[in-house]
Nanobody, 125 residues
Framework: QVQLVESGGGLMQAGGSLRLSCAAS????????MGWFRQAPGKEREFVAA????????SYADSVKGRFTISRDNAKGTVYLQMNSLKPEDTAVYYC??????????????????WGQGTQVTVSS
């Protein structure tokens, strides 16, 4: 069982930066692939980024590639999402998720077992 708690969301002007954090409980954090997803009002939850257990591999949605960076600190049980050059279309509730380590990084919600409660990110133009 893994419990995830996100933090770091807020209101930011376009072009600004935010860093989201997701703290995990439990001693098995390092065995999970970690992902970030987001959901805007009236839209489905969409993939943002994922990172492998030892940070060897990362994956990003095309919409955030070059602007967002996912990282993790297994000693602290925390995964981060650094968001730069924010755009109004980045406005959403951001969720972190934990899932099993498979042959490839999960990019769909059904590949993750545990979810945080979400943190709101609002980008004004």
């Amino acid at each position: 069982q893994v419990q995830l708690v996100e933090s770091g969301g807020g209101l930011m002007q376009a072009g600004g930066s935010l860093r989201l954090s997701c703290a995990a409980s439990g001693r098995t954090f390092s065995s999970y692939v970690m992902g970030w997803f987001r959901q805007a009002p009236g839209k489905e939850r969409e993939f943002v980024a994922a990172i492998s257990t030892r940070s060897v591999s990362t994956s990003y949605a095309d919409s955030v590639k070059g602007r967002f960076t996912i990282s993790r600190d297994n000693a602290k049980g925390t995964v981060y999402l650094q968001m730069n050059s924010l755009k109004p279309e980045d406005t959403a509730v951001y969720y972190c998720a934990a899932g099993p380590s498979l042959s490839r990084l999960g990019v769909t919600p059904n590949m993750y077992n545990y979810w945080g409660q979400g943190t709101q990110v609002t980008v004004s133009s």
